[in-house]
């Protein structure tokens, strides 16, 4: 059979019937366009449904246990109205406390899924609130790569934008917060952080009043969202003040940064939660002192333009700089000792040494994302990006702007803090994907232009002579070329096939360690079958449907949310923690002997209590594991209650070797209530607990001032009610 290298008549016609016409042709600069936003778009989708593992896995659910309150609040909005929720008095928590939510919230949140909601009930599309508040940070994550591609865009190219897009659409550090169900503040808030970030570093570059505005504008959407705006209004004046020392300063940076201050401090005191702090903690004090500095700046620099006498304006810079300084230094002491500006919270000083929340506000240190962060953490969250970051740092200085500049230290102010503390990672992360993102841009760019590069000649010889002599000096191919050629090729290969172990990774991390919902709980049976205990959800039912409406549970802090919101009943704290009093006194209860904590109980109204309890199924986070915390807080108000007390030679135990006073305490007896009688593990003595791998050392436990309500069916959550008194004779 011979094949021609000619094609058939009918071939050609095929091939001009397939033919663009002229008009539709692209230009280079057009098709690097449709190929751009084509990739956006296909980012934006990924950044969803990579999101959507807890959906597919379980249900469309609420997970952890604040976004129970954030979406018991929504639901309220929704039915209500707005001026209603502003002046809802929540009679079901802090009992008999209560609590004004609409004064002690940031109402971002809510008012986005109310809005977003509301949108699509006018499309006349029929969807209930609870699906929107599931969705609502899948949908964020979304828009936060798109603006992860404009921030990089503007500090470096366009090639950076599309890396940054892609690497914080699928990082773990980000998707732990951003999962389908956590409907948390933080969903929304580091969208804001970054929309923030970037029009505030487009109003320097531009010195556009219209970009400044829209900083401005981002900013007071973020205090609404999250108390995390702290971070915005002390790192951005710390960027204006180096730019100062640097000799950086120009009239685009007065412009940027007095109208995102000005503006965003009044936008920012009308959220009834914030208020005047903006003015009077000293949290806001760094931002107001820049913008003082700010103005001396722009006085001295018009004194300067006026002046013709080089030492007379010296001297007049001397004399002023140091009454400034004098003067702010004056100003703030007094307003710190007359009571006007408020010193730092406990928080911001655990921010700043991590010790301090240990030694000083245990109800903080008790959160396991306030603890510091263990490298593993970094590298589980981080992969690839954690030795990126380093690179990137380097680029920027490489290549130093105002942009630049501002990068490299949200990447290393947010790099100490998500050290201090495992919760801030997710500050981190935007500022781990931009600077990583420049590194990638800047490496593969220069990698391909050396594979692009065409071979050079090497001169040799003169050019002066005879003819031969003429031909020789043509030249000779550069044998070195090839080499780098290869190299740059291997090490290109090389950087791919890391991105898609990222990839790959991150997807896994996302499957399996981010998407399980907290109030559902999975692991996998003795045949490896999957197994679910949907423990809460039983015990919160039960609540509802077994209880009095008024009745009030008792339960430590962590579930008072899912209590309220799932179970529809009063309980005396909850996840606000807020009155630290009231929290201790539940912790004295729980680490009192029985008739104590009876008393205690009969005080507060307490017609139920509530423990978790992981001993049958291996579950660690439960009670028992949290009961030194309930000692500390509680010992640190009421000093009766002692930690030695219920330790043995400075060791935590619950088996026979325990301390008296831990082996009859109300919470070891809740939890541990005929769990003596029950076998829990096959070739193991009755009463072995299966979270701490011994066997209770108080197995005859008697109840005399409650009685056993419900048990789900996998132990897991307890409830008891409480006796009333008895009768006088």
């Known amino acids: 059979m011979v094949v021609t290298s000619k094609s058939s008549p009918m071939a050609q016609d095929l091939l001009h019937s397939f033919t663009l016409p002229k008009t539709l042709r692209l230009k280079t600069k057009q098709q690097e366009l449709l190929i751009r936003v084509t990739t956006l778009c296909l980012i934006y989708v990924l950044a969803f449904i990579t999101r959507l593992f807890s959906v597919l896995r379980y249900e469309s659910m609420i997970h952890e246990f604040d976004p129970y309150f954030n979406y018991r609040t929504t639901l309220y909005l929704t039915r209500h109205g707005l001026a209603e929720f502003w002046n809802w008095f929540d009679s079901e928590s802090w009992y008999p406390l209560g609590r004004i939510v609409g004064g002690t919230l940031y109402p971002g949140l809510m008012l986005t899924a109310a809005a977003i909601h509301h949108v699509l009930r006018l499309l006349r599309l029929a969807v209930h609130i609870r699906e929107v508040c599931v969705l609502t940070a899948p949908f964020f994550a979304s828009n936060t790569a798109l603006v992860a591609y404009f921030f990089a865009k503007e500090c470096w190219d366009s090639g950076a934008g599309i890396a940054a897009a892609a690497l914080i659409a699928i990082c773990p550090g980000y998707i732990s917060r951003s999962v389908a169900g956590s409907y948390d503040n933080e969903g929304v808030a580091i969208f804001a952080l970054l929309l923030t970030f970037y029009l505030f570093v487009k109003a320097v570059n531009t010195g556009s009043l219209a970009w400044a505005l829209g900083a401005a504008f981002g900013y007071f959407y973020m205090v609404s969202a999250w108390g995390g705006y702290v971070f915005i209004i002390n790192l951005v004046p710390l960027y204006v003040l180096v730019l100062l020392v640097t000799g950086r300063y120009s009239l685009r940076l007065y412009v940027a940064y007095n109208c995102m201050y000005v503006l965003g401090m009044l936008l920012a005191m009308q959220i009834r939660f914030v208020g005047f702090q903006h003015v009077q903690s000293g949290e806001h004090m760094a931002a107001m002192g820049v913008f003082f500095l700010l103005q001396v700046f722009f006085f001295l620099d018009w004194v ?28 703030l002491g007094v307003g710190m000792a007359s009571g006007y500006i408020s010193p730092w919270t406990g928080r911001f000083y655990s921010l700043l040494d991590p010790t301090y929340a240990k030694d000083h506000i245990p109800i903080i240190a008790s959160v396991s994302e306030h603890q510091p962060t263990a490298w593993s953490s970094f590298m589980f969250d981080f992969h690839i990006l954690l030795f990126l970051f380093p690179a990137g740092l380097y680029f920027c200085f490489k290549r130093l702007s105002d942009a630049t500049i501002f990068l490299v230290m949200y990447g290393l102010t947010s790099m100490y803090f998500a050290g201090v503390m495992v919760r801030l990672i997710l500050v981190a992360t935007p500022a781990v994907c931009l600077i990583s993102a420049i590194a990638v841009s800047a490496t593969v760019k220069n990698l391909t232009r050396v594979v692009r590069a065409k071979s050079p000649a090497v001169q040799s010889g ?21 080499f780098q050629r290869n190299g740059a090729i291997v090490l290109l290969l090389g950087a791919f096939y890391l991105l898609s172990r990222y990839a790959i990774h991150c997807t896994w991390v996302t499957s399996e360690a981010y998407s399980s919902p907290s109030i559902v709980l999975a692991a996998r049976g003795a045949h490896g079958n999957r197994v679910i205990f949907d423990d809460y959800r039983e015990a919160y039912f039960w609540l509802r449907q077994n209880t009095p409406p008024d009745a009030k549970v008792m339960s430590w802090w962590d579930y008072g949310y899912q209590i309220t919101a799932m179970g529809n009943r009063t309980v005396i704290v909850d996840n606000n923690t807020w009155n630290n009093t009231h929290i201790a006194t539940v912790g004295r209860a729980m680490s009192s002997y029985e008739d104590e904590a009876y008393e205690i109980m009969r005080s507060l109204d307490v017609d139920y209590v509530l423990v978790v309890f992981g001993g049958v199924t291996g579950y660690s986070s439960d009670d028992i594991n949290k009961f030194l915390w309930m000692v500390r807080i509680g010992g640190g108000v009421f000093p009766v209650i002692k930690e030695p007390d219920y330790l043995v030679n400075g060791e935590y135990r619950v088996d026979k070797g325990a301390a008296p006073k831990m082996l009859n305490c109300l919470m070891y007896k809740l939890s541990y209530y005929r769990f003596g009688e029950l076998t829990t593990e096959y070739g193991k003595p009755p009463g072995y607990d299966r979270a701490r791998g011994v066997e209770i050392g108080n197995k005859d436990i008697k109840l005399e001032y409650l009685e056993e309500a419900f048990t789900t069916q996998n132990w897991i959550v307890r409830i008891y009610k409480v006796k009333p008194p008895k009768n006088r004779c």
Do not use: C, E, M, Y
Not at 317 to 330: D, E, F, M, P, Q
């Open 304 to 331: 300067r333009h006026l002046l013709s006498d080089t030492k007379l304006f010296q001297a007049f810079l001397r004399i002023t700089v140091t009454s400034a300084v004098a003067v702010g230094a004056v100003a």
């Open 462 to 482: 003169s050019t002066k002579g005879t003819g031969t002599a003429k031909g020789s000096s043509k030249g000779v191919v550069d044998n070195s070329q090839p």
